[in-house]
């Protein structure tokens, strides 16, 4: 199976815009969580998504947000960017975990987002 | 809360000894304690996964163990090798749900 991708992989903003990133999944895989990576914060949770439905959201503001389409690929977007907002932004994709209650979550390579 | 708290930041070991990253949760809810490791510029890699049900799990050189009373698990890798030198993370499902706390990092560093 093809592993999780990201596009694009690198991208330069300017404060004040707005970005969007897109995730594939796995094959098979329903359900997609985005995560913010710095240097100071570490990673952290951003949202899941589960069948087109936000199911988890982390303590991000309104800013961040995001949607996934019927063939489970998803979408991140920020607005108004502002300079904290550089990081790698990644996104794991997980099978239905099902009776297991969590799915083991695999990353794609990450988006690089700098904003000058 | 949610908080994972994971020590040494940093561990330098001899090529051949074994290295012990320790972490500790706070959400009693937390069933799923997966390790993942991120080489230099590379996406974290799942190298392997506890269960609440679970005390040890095992996998070739690498094991982990858990101590839900006392809240905290541990990666022990034994016979370390160059290539086991990256930043290893642990983490932890928040209320058993599908979305993970991670600890702030172990750069481990196999001296040859």
């Known amino acids: 199976k093809a592993g999780v991708t990201q596009t694009p992989r690198y991208l330069i903003k300017t404060r004040g815009q707005q970005v969007t990133l897109s995730c594939s999944p796995i094959?098979?895989?329903?359900?997609v969580s985005w995560y913010q990576q710095t240097p100071g914060q570490g990673l952290q949770f951003l949202f899941e998504?589960?069948?087109?439905?936000?199911?988890n959201k982390g303590n991000f503001p309104g800013r961040f947000s995001g949607r996934q389409f019927s063939n489970s690929r998803s979408e991140m977007n920020v607005s108004t960017l502002e300079l904290g907002d550089s990081a790698l932004y990644l996104c794991?994709?997980?099978?239905?975990?099902?009776?297991?209650?969590?799915?083991?979550?695999?990353f794609g390579p990450g988006t690089r987002l700098t904003v000058t | 809360g949610e908080n994972v708290e994971q020590h040494p930041s940093t561990l330098s070991v001899q090529e051949g000894d074994s290295a012990v990253i320790k972490c500790t949760y706070s959400?009693?809810?937390?069933?799923?304690f997966p390790w993942y490791k991120q080489e230099l510029g590379k996406r974290p890699q799942l190298i392997i996964d506890?269960?609440?049900?679970?005390g040890e799990k095992k996998d070739q050189r690498i094991a982990v163990t858990l101590n839900k009373t006392a809240k905290h698990f541990s990666l022990h890798i034994t016979e370390t090798q160059p290539e086991d030198s990256a930043v290893y993370f642990c983490?932890?499902?928040?209320?058993?749900?599908?979305?993970?706390?991670f600890g702030q990092g172990t750069r481990l560093t196999i001296n040859p």
């Open positions: 506890i269960r609440s049900n679970v």
């Open positions: 983490a932890a499902s928040y209320q058993g749900a599908q979305k993970l706390v």
């Open positions: 959400d009693s809810a937390s069933n799923y």
């Open positions: 094959s098979g895989h329903r359900s």
């Open positions: 794991a994709s997980s099978s239905d975990p099902g009776l297991a209650g969590v799915g083991e979550q695999y």
């Open positions: 998504y589960f069948s087109e439905t936000q199911r």
